[in-house]
């Protein structure tokens, strides 16, 4: 069938490296049979020991693992279990003053920002040869502290780390600036020059991934870091930072703060000596860190943040592929994407078919321990995340939404939420204005495509859009249309390298990944210097 082929190509060609989702080798899209029933009373069996040692928890500065000022440690949690996986060491302001301090000096006297471009970029290529060889101990860390299926820690997330590490390092030795042609007879250049101190705080959906897109660009370019994990997944930060510092990065150029948003957080934002501020998370802590830079030193800020992404199935669509790719576009990552295609709005000649099979869909989805084989589904982040889906599942039925599956945890232990389908979703319900960011999937009934444009777009956020047609000219209509940083059409969540990410309206400001994130790390300075000689003008 064309449309399936059009999917293959497109999906196929996305391997580990760009895309979550993959093919089965028949050409259709992944779907596994279902070994757990994702009922309520279902049982978690006893947890599966990760097979890697924590072996970094203080925190990263100035080239050498410390405890925190103050001596303090928080718990990491496991969210199969809710226990203690380690203990951290608790950064507060003091430590980021140390941090900052080391960052400065490594960015004003060390030698980062002064060596070649091309010993910047084989110092990185060697971080990543060796991310890639400790592949799986990086990918099992990110599973054990994050909830998130192994195979996609190792299989996809790692080498995605890799990979976008590798690009930024192929972009080290080609930042160049312009000569300019301006009137009169000048000589006019522009140097393309690091920013300096740059602080990054991370969230917990993708540690590694996060980590990538901020330090690649940044180191790129020559810049020192300060960054700041989240306090649900410190650990697989520490681990790469170390085998950056093998591969030789200088001390004191990447720097890791581990803590809580208000102490560590605030502190790089507000930071006088920090001159960028680059932030992942809520579009409400966005909002904070933005103040807090203009209060302080006015530090340039760019911020990804929330989302309520429309996933929109016109009616010419082949709904078996349209259910599949909108079921993974919310339900990847336990629905933890800030990117989710949260709102399907499906045209109402296919409504009632669509809806049949999304519900069948949830309800074979693979829910149990991240570390187990073929497991689609881990547990939520936290208690607090956990807390906050039941709340929306219930006003979901509150409102009068139709519950065609799931609605209530899985098992009786840990953070884990069954696969949750709700159908006769209105737009002015919580559950299709609010980022839930988690495994619920609200599905809309439109008419025609002028309706569908309208209510898609009016939303605050602008992060991402799906598109599903086999329809040139609604395609474009659609992709022109849709105010958002990325439109993905008859695919979802493809992560290359080199593609731009970022949002419209109140899900952002700047992109990240691609050429456009390096914009991000440099300045641009003219030079103008007086042509004396007019014979050689
Ligand atoms: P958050 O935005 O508060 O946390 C993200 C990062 O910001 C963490 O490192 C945190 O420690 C830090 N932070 C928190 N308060 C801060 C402050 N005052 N100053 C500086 N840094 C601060 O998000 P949280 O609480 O983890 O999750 C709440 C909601 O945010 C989620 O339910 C989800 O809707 C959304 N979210 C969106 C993400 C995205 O990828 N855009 C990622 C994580 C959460
Ligand atoms: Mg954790």
Redesign the pocket.
């Known amino acids: 069938m064309a449309s399936s082929l059009r999917i293959s190509r497109l999906l196929s060609r996305s391997s580990s490296s760009s895309s979550f989702f993959s093919l089965g080798g028949n050409g259709k899209l992944g779907r596994r049979v279902s070994k757990y029933s994702t009922s309520a009373a279902a049982t978690i069996e006893e947890p599966i020991k990760p097979s890697v040692e924590v072996q970094h928890t203080q925190l990263l500065i100035n080239g050498k693992f410390i405890d925190a000022a103050s001596g303090k440690t928080f718990p990491t949690l496991d969210p199969r279990t809710g226990e203690v996986i380690a203990q951290v060491s608790e950064g507060n302001g003091e430590d980021v003053d140390r941090a900052v301090a080391a960052a400065r000096k490594a960015f004003d006297e060390g030698p980062w920002p002064r060596m070649t471009a091309y010993e910047r970029q084989k110092i990185m290529l060697r971080a990543a040869d060796l991310i890639e060889k400790h592949n799986d101990e990086i990918a099992a860390l990110e599973t054990w502290d994050n909830g998130k299926p192994y195979e996609q820690s190792a299989k996809v997330e790692v080498p995605m780390l890799v990979r976008q590490i590798r690009y930024y390092a192929g972009w080290a030795d080609k930042l160049q600036g312009h000569t300019i042609p301006a009137d009169g007879a000048l000589h006019v250049q522009t140097l393309h020059e690091p920013i300096g101190v740059v602080g990054q705080?991370?969230?917990?959906?993708?540690p590694l991934l996060?980590f990538a897109w901020k330090v690649g660009p940044a180191l790129a370019c020559g810049n020192t870091i300060v960054l700041?994990?989240?306090?649900?997944t410190p650990l697989s930060a520490l681990y790469v930072a170390n085998l950056f510092l093998e591969a030789g990065l200088p001390a004191g150029v990447l720097n890791i703060v581990s803590?809580?948003?208000?102490t560590?957080?605030?502190a790089?934002?507000s930071h006088m000596h920090v001159d960028k501020l680059a932030?992942?998370?809520?579009?409400?802590?966005?909002k904070?860190?933005l103040q807090?830079a203009a209060k302080s030193n006015l530090k340039t800020v760019t911020l990804?943040?929330?989302?309520k992404s429309p996933f929109i199935v016109c009616k010419d669509a082949d709904v078996d592929q349209a259910v599949e790719l909108a079921h993974l576009a919310l339900f990847f990552n336990q629905g933890?994407?800030?990117c989710a295609g949260s709102r399907t709005f499906v045209h109402e000649s296919i409504y009632d078919e669509f809806v049949a099979k999304a519900k069948a869909r949830a309800l074979s989805r693979v829910v149990g321990d991240p570390f187990k084989s073929g497991i689609e589904q881990g547990p939520q982040i936290d208690s607090?995340?956990f807390d906050?889906i039941l709340g929306y599942i219930k006003s979901g039925v509150e409102n009068g939404a139709t519950l065609e599956a799931g609605g209530d945890r899985f098992g009786n232990k840990g953070y884990y939420v069954q696969p949750t389908v709700f159908s006769n979703v209105q737009d002015n319900m919580a559950i299709a204005k609010d980022?839930?960011?988690g495994p619920v999937q609200s599905i809309l009934k439109y008419k025609d495509l002028d309706e569908v444009i309208h209510r898609a777009n009016n939303t605050a956020y602008g992060l991402a859009a799906g598109v599903f047609t086999k329809d040139i000219d609604t395609a474009n209509t659609l992709t022109r249309a849709l105010k958002a940083g990325s439109v993905w059409v008859n695919c979802f969540d493809i992560f290359d390298a080199a593609i731009p990410f970022g949002g419209y309206k109140m899900s952002g400001q700047g992109r990240e990944k691609g050429e456009y994130s390096l914009k991000n790390y440099y300045q641009v300075k003219a030079v103008v210097t007086p042509l004396k000689n007019p014979a050689w003008l």
Request: aromatic content about 12%; hydrophobic content about 40%.
């Open positions: 705080i991370i969230p917990w959906n993708f996060m700041k994990t989240a306090e649900q803590g809580f948003g208000p560590v957080g605030a790089l934002a932030f992942t998370g809520s579009t409400e802590t966005g904070a860190v807090l990804e943040l929330g989302g933890q994407c800030c607090k995340q906050k980022e839930i960011f």
